[in-house]
């Protein structure tokens, strides 16, 4: 059974840093590309990065540089860690999975969000 489980996530003011994680399990995370996503209230879901069974990783403009995706795979976990921080990053955020080689905005499997708050 095919399972992704977030934790990390809050409150942080502005130019402040998260570390988000999902622990996937039912699946050898190695084997799969894995993404994350945001929804901000309002706005449709956007794809934040994803990084490939071939370890290539995409960002959006808009968190390039500011976030980065990686993978233990040993703890079959994958993280994001996101620094420098704006109000505009405020959304929910899951991670997902297609069990494909490739990103892909159409997942299958979703972790169960975790809220993401940057304000002062």
């Known amino acids: 059974q095919v399972q992704l489980v977030q934790s990390g996530g809050g409150l942080v003011q502005p130019g402040g840093s998260l570390r988000l994680s999902c622990a996937a399990s039912g699946f050898t995370l190695d084997d799969y590309a894995i993404g994350w996503f945001r929804q901000a209230p309002g706005k449709e879901r956007e794809r934040v990065s994803c990084?490939?069974?071939?370890?290539?990783?995409t960002y959006a403009g808009s968190v390039k540089g500011r976030f980065t995706i990686s993978r233990d795979n040993r703890k079959n976990t994958v993280y994001l860690q996101m620094n420098s921080l704006k109000p505009e990053d405020t959304a929910i955020y899951y991670c997902?999975?297609?069990?494909?080689?490739?990103?892909?905005?159409?997942?299958?499997?979703w972790g169960q969000g975790t809220q993401v708050t940057v304000s002062s």
């Open positions: 997902a999975t297609s069990l494909r080689a490739q990103c892909s905005d159409y997942v299958t499997y």
């Open positions: 990084s490939s069974v071939y370890r290539t990783s």
